[in-house]
């Protein structure tokens, strides 16, 4: 066989020909469709799920691919969206917005995307629910399935709302806001336990008069970007955050939690009244992505309250009058930002371009702790001053990291560069903890008494030598 072989090729033309024809053969075979029932065919997913959608607003788009692995073209009969036009869900089917296709052609080791988003229906339920689908593809006598499913929730929805009296929100349903919402000077609104705000991303949240907040322990007022869904649910930035301006007065938040915004509580110009602009009572802020608290030339009370990773957490400007007792300050590098800038920022000034403009400061800091992760930061509390103004800021039984003390300042019985040693810091899976487990922490015990006698969860704080930050070591 291998003398014939050999003999064989050696004519030049039919070894040609040979070639030639292998390579139609090959070429033929891939332009033919495979037909056998046993054709492998995959999709990348096999369900597609959203996570909360509010009725009557669309969601995000998602995607999967369709893939034919065969060395032969593929003929899909019909890729179909099972509940069709009644479905809550809308699909795309390799470039086609339909809810069903017919004789679809995948090449050879080739594939096709189907984008699905979802919308969801006004209903009479206050709880969130589920609404499901599946798309169907069948090929060569063959059915496959991808799942759908979205969690939806009614929602009381407001655009470019303006509030001009005395208004109170209750907590059956959230509250979805998107253009603004504007409370007006001499207007109020009262916040219930439990009540969830939800902003679009051009959306500020601006109180020109008065904003209460009553939450509760194991019932917060939270206020949140409106994209739920798993790429978005985390990311700083989601939405403007809560402007309190020079008209502003009397604001209490209690047991508030607002966390993702771009700035997230913003308070401007000095208090119209002997009353600080804004109370923070235990409240956390959180993964704001340009300040946690901004204040500029304003007056803030805070106390057993939690500022973490944010662009800057708190950032105290143009002078004003301030009192943080018993909070927690910290920031750590995660997939959404490095920790840059210190966690503290104070100072009596500001610039107007041209000009420095100086004003007037008082500043206290009791049972604080400011702290942030190691190699970008060396101060994370700085102190500025400018000019001849009446300056004062004073630290007491705090904890915090720094290189070099605050300058410009008093600084009584704190502690310097010792961890506080934190439940739980884990950045990789953005698992944070900020209670204090260890009783050998240096927090524990080293505070000073204060008029406020519970901390972040509700704990009684200990008489005599209560522990520094806003949580108390249990």
């Known amino acids: 066989m291998k003398h014939i072989e050999s003999k064989f090729c050696k004519v030049p033309g039919l070894c040609l020909a040979l070639i030639m024809l292998c390579l139609l053969f090959s070429a033929c075979k891939k332009d033919s469709f495979i ?19 509010f009725t009557s607003t669309g969601s995000v788009t998602q995607s999967f691919k369709i893939n034919n692995p065969n060395n032969q073209k593929l003929l899909l009969n019909k890729v179909k969206l099972i509940e069709g036009d009644t479905s809550s869900f809308k699909i795309n089917i390799n470039g086609q917005p339909a809810t069903e296709a017919t004789n679809i052609e995948i090449a050879a080791n080739d594939s096709i995307y189907v984008f699905v988003t979802v919308k969801i229906n006004p209903n009479a339920t206050n709880q969130p629910f589920v609404v499901k689908d599946s798309i169907l593809i069948m090929y060569n006598g063959n059915n496959h399935f991808v799942k759908l499913q979205a969690y939806g929730q009614n929602a009381i929805f407001f655009n470019n709302q303006i509030i001009t009296g005395n208004t109170t929100w209750g907590n059956k349903l959230p509250y979805v806001i998107s253009g603004s ?44 970007g409106d994209r739920l869904d798993d790429n ?10 809560i402007y309190f301006t020079g008209t502003s007065k009397n604001n209490v938040l209690t047991y508030a939690v607002v966390k993702n915004a771009y700035q997230a509580v913003v308070a401007e110009k000095p208090s119209v009244n002997t009353n600080p602009k804004l109370l923070l009572h235990q409240c956390i802020i959180d993964n704001a992505y340009d300040a946690g608290l901004l204040c500029v030339n304003s007056s803030v009370a805070a106390d057993n309250s939690l500022i973490t990773n944010c662009g ?15 909070c927690t300050v910290a920031a750590y590098s995660n997939i959404y930002g490095s920790h840059k800038k210190p966690v503290l920022v104070v100072n009596n000034y500001v610039s107007d371009g041209t000009n420095l403009l100086i004003a007037s400061l008082g500043a206290t800091f ?19 001053k400018q000019g001849a103004n009446p300056f004062s800021v004073a630290f007491s039984n705090c904890l ?37 487990s260890d009783k050998q922490s240096a927090t524990v015990n080293s505070g000073i008494n204060t008029n406020f006698t519970t901390d972040l969860d509700g704990n009684n704080r200990k008489v005599g030598t209560t522990d520094i930050g806003c949580y108390e070591q249990q």
């Open 35 to 53: 037909t056998s029932q046993n054709a492998a065919l995959t999709t990348s997913v096999d369900s597609v799920k959203f996570d909360t959608i």
């Open 181 to 224: 919402l504007h409370i007006v000077a001499g207007a109020s609104l009262t916040i219930s336990a439990g009540c969830k705000i939800y902003s679009h991303a051009d959306a500020p949240f601006i109180v020109n008069g008065t904003l209460v907040i009553n939450g509760e322990k194991q019932a917060p007022v939270v206020f949140n």
């Open 312 to 326: 800057t957490n708190i950032s105290l400007t143009y002078g004003g009058n301030y009192s943080l007792t018993n």
């Open 400 to 436: 915090y990291k720094a290189k070099d003390d605050p300058l410009n300042s008093t600084i009584t019985d704190c502690i310097k560069n010792i961890d506080p040693l934190f439940t739980t810091i884990d950045v990789t899976k953005r698992l944070y903890d900020f209670r204090i």
């Open 232 to 241: 978005y649910k985390d990311l700083p930035a989601s939405w403007p955050g």
């Open 366 to 384: 009791t049972n604080c702790i400011f702290w942030g992760d190691d190699g970008l930061v060396d101060n994370q509390v700085t102190v500025d």
